[in-house]
């Protein structure tokens, strides 16, 4: 397919944003709510966190990955025309004015702020006697025997650094015990040491939340740690590291072995980014530039913790209700405080969470576990959390002599370790666990229940969802869950297990799209049908939300359409690479982010079909990792109240202007001209 609808003829540049600099505005996005005074203060802190862990993200993989690229493919460009060099040289520019604003927001913003709220992060210069003397034997009593300061010559080289941990490059004079003066030491803080320590209010001077940090502690007695010498500066820094997982699938005989292999070697990758404080002198950062094998545009001076996301510890141990936000309970939907098979085979049941309780899901497990007509569990686990509610109910059921079948994606970013560790859990009790499909990660968020019914016949029982098992992620994310007894959606889902835990041809399937057999062709149809009914004057429209909209050939398909005259609403959290509103290619097409309490995260795709809507919900963002490279499914509302029960969400979605962006053809995004109405995240915790 060539770059260009057929209609028109428009340069890369012209038709697709660049989807790095997408995700650094999203993580733009995620700072303005620090500075939004209609969010309670210590969940403004909160966003700030998050938008530096969103950062430190994006450089372990994103920035790591471009820079692995421009060094063995420098001449591949992306579907916005910009090669791996130019696209770093591009993130260079907006990342440092990113960090510069994260610091500002912190620094001349939010520090004021708490400091009226009496919630202060006391510096040295501001120590009583009385504070000095007491943050003195702390440094005595609980850093200086766990500190190891190395001082750098021929036979101390420098340290390896662990990924993003705390360190300090200290600068001295004169000689120690045995006649040296090297002028360099450098002192790691272990990842056990807090990184805030909380004054006790018994101490003189103190406020009811005074806070220092490890930092400023160090600095404050690093001479003790080098007995007879004077440390001239003290200066922390951060090294970022590539932690992309490297495993050659195709070779390793045991995948969770392989991975564990690796993930001892995560926090060892190449050094993508420097982090250094801000009055650090020239040679000093220089030389640990060096030391890193980095260029100037890696280094980033930063006028505070070079971790903003360890403040996120403040609200907890803040008791201060007003400065966040009101607690909120899950509904848990009449429906489903009972018997869930019988309410499944009554009709299909949705759960919308967070404002619906997860608890339904869990009790489902827990039901089927319990029931003596239940024969077989199938479960796909990308996501669980460390104590999960849902793994426990499997070994329950497991334990019960089930048959219990779980595809555990061990791959699942930065959650290896803890899907290795319920992997074994599960294999411990019985359960059959496999990995999935070589080369394809297992993102379906599945679970099939197969119960002999009183008549004697077998019946699946199935719920579905757009986001993961995890009952923490679920008060914080929202998702859709679907319950179904429909028999066709059984048969398929069935279809699929079968894919990942057996060999076989490609089974066709019902009702379910599939990737990476069809979830792309069929979507392709689905907006051709919508252009044709736009041509011959029937209801045409496309509402899609996901999380992000980069591959190509689906944003082609979408300017097609807007071409056509298909009206085309697209809720995107993340990157977008569509632009939107250039005459002649995207006119009919809008495009919004919103960002609030709850993180978006589920995926709606509605087809106004010439009168005959279609919806489906689905764990795949429109990008080609989902599409072409992970086995996803999307599955049909059937239920017409509940397509309307949805759409009827999405207009809330469309209609919001308190937290929704509005993404323009430059790629920028700004708000609403004018906001109205309560945010859409409000409007849907109020409704019953």
């Known amino acids: 397919m060539s770059n260009a609808p057929p209609e028109l003829e428009f340069q890369p540049a012209d038709l697709y944003l660049n989807r790095e600099l997408s995700l650094l505005e999203f993580n733009r996005r995620v700072l303005a709510q620090a500075l939004d005074e209609a969010v309670p203060l210590l969940e403004r802190l909160k966003f700030l966190c998050i938008s530096s862990a969103n950062l430190d993200e994006f450089f372990e993989i994103r920035v790591a990955g471009l820079q692995q690229m421009a060094e063995l493919n420098p001449g591949n460009r992306g579907?916005?025309?910009?090669?791996?060099?130019?696209?770093?040289?591009?993130?260079?520019?907006?990342?440092?004015?990113?960090?510069?604003?994260?610091?500002?927001?912190?620094?001349?913003?939010?520090?004021?702020?708490?400091?009226?709220?009496?919630?202060?992060?006391v510096r040295r210069s501001e120590w009583t006697a009385e504070q000095d003397g007491w943050l003195r034997q702390y440094f005595q009593n609980e850093l200086l025997p766990v500190l190891s300061p190395i001082g750098l010559d021929p036979a101390h080289p420098f340290p390896r650094i662990l990924n993003k941990s705390l360190n300090f490059i200290v600068q001295l004079s004169g000689k120690d015990a045995f006649g040296r003066n090297t002028g360099y030491a450098i002192v790691q803080a272990p990842r056990a040491l807090p990184r805030l320590i909380q004054i006790p209010r018994e101490v003189a001077g103190s406020g009811p939340y005074d806070f220092v940090f490890l930092s400023s502690v160090i600095h404050a007695y690093v001479d003790e740690l080098f007995p007879g010498m004077e440390a001239s500066g003290c200066y922390q820094f951060?090294?970022?590291?590539?932690?992309?997982?490297?495993?050659?699938?195709?070779?390793?005989k045991d995948l969770m072995e392989a991975l564990e292999g690796e993930l001892s070697q995560r926090q060892w990758g190449d050094i993508v980014r420097l982090e250094v404080a801000h009055n650090c002198p020239e040679q000093l950062w220089r030389y640990l530039m060096e030391v890193a094998q980095l260029n100037v545009e890696d280094v980033y001076q930063v006028n505070g913790p070079v971790n903003l996301h360890r403040l996120m510890a403040i609200p907890d141990l803040i008791d201060r209700n007003d400065l966040k936000y009101a607690p909120f309970n899950p509904r848990v939907p009449k429906a489903l405080a009972g018997d869930l098979f019988a309410a499944m085979r009554e009709r299909d049941q949705l759960l919308h969470h967070p404002y619906d309780a997860f608890a339904p899901v869990v009790e489902f497990l827990r039901q089927a576990a319990r029931d003596p007509k239940v024969l077989a569990i199938k479960q796909t686990l990308y996501r669980t959390g460390d104590r999960s509610a849902i793994v426990d109910a499997l070994v329950e059921a497991a334990s019960?002599?089930?048959?219990?079948?779980?595809?555990?994606?061990?791959?699942?970013?930065?959650d290896e370790a803890n899907n290795i560790d319920l992997a074994e859990k599960l294999q411990d009790v019985g359960a059959h666990v496999v990995y999935g499909v070589v080369g394809y990660k297992t993102h379906a968020k599945m679970c099939l229940v197969v119960r002999r019914e009183d008549t004697g016949a077998l019946r699946n029982y199935v719920h579905l969802g757009t986001g993961n098992y995890h009952p923490r992620t679920a008060r914080q994310y929202t998702d859709y869950g679907?319950?179904?007894?429909?028999?066709?959606?059984?048969?398929?889902?069935?279809?699929?297990?079968?894919?990942?835990t057996s060999l076989g041809k490609v089974t066709k399937l019902n009702r379910?799209?599939?990737?990476?057999?069809?979830?792309?062709?069929?979507?392709?149809?689905?907006?051709?049908?919508?252009?044709?009914?736009?041509?011959?004057?029937?209801?045409?429209?496309?509402?899609?939300?996901?999380?992000?909209?980069?591959?190509?050939?689906?944003?082609?398909?979408?300017?097609?359409?807007s071409q056509a005259g298909v009206q085309i609403e697209l809720i995107v959290r993340g990157m977008c690479s569509l632009r939107p509103g250039v005459k002649g290619l995207s006119e009919n097409i809008r495009v919004r982010s919103v960002v609030g309490r709850f993180l978006e995260h589920h995926r709606v795709y509605y087809f106004a079909n010439g009168g005959e809507a279609e919806m489906y919900l689905s764990s795949a963002d429109w990008m080609e990792r989902n599409?072409?490279?992970?086995?996803?499914?999307?599955?049909?509302?059937?239920?017409?109240?509940?397509?309307?029960?949805?759409?009827?969400?999405?207009?809330?979605?469309?209609?919001?202007?308190?937290?929704?962006?509005?993404?323009?053809?430059?790629?920028?995004?700004?708000?609403?001209?004018?906001?109205?109405?309560?945010?859409?995240?409000?409007?849907?915790?109020?409704?019953?």
């Open 400 to 414: 019960a002599g089930k048959e219990v079948t779980v595809v555990v994606e061990l791959r699942a970013r930065f």
């Open 627 to 688: 599409l072409f490279k992970r086995v996803e499914v999307a599955f049909p509302v059937l239920d017409k109240k509940l397509r309307e029960r949805i759409l009827i969400d999405l207009q809330a979605y469309l209609a919001d202007s308190a937290q929704s962006w509005l993404l323009q053809a430059d790629g920028s995004y700004q708000r609403p001209e004018k906001i109205e109405g309560k945010p859409v995240q409000q409007r849907l915790m109020e409704e019953g």
């Open 482 to 500: 679907l319950f179904t007894a429909d028999a066709a959606i059984g048969k398929d889902v069935h279809a699929v297990f079968l894919q990942l």
């Open 79 to 121: 579907a916005d025309g910009l090669s791996p060099a130019e696209t770093l040289v591009a993130i260079a520019s907006r990342a440092h004015a990113l960090v510069a604003e994260q610091y500002r927001v912190f620094n001349e913003v939010l520090i004021p702020a708490l400091e009226k709220e009496k919630i202060r992060f």
């Open 238 to 252: 951060r090294l970022t590291r590539n932690s992309d997982l490297l495993v050659d699938e195709e070779e390793a």
């Open 512 to 561: 379910l799209l599939q990737s990476p057999f069809t979830l792309a062709k069929q979507l392709h149809a689905k907006i051709e049908r919508e252009i044709e009914n736009a041509k011959k004057h029937k209801p045409a429209q496309i509402i899609a939300k996901m999380n992000s909209l980069v591959e190509a050939e689906m944003i082609q398909a979408l300017y097609r359409a």
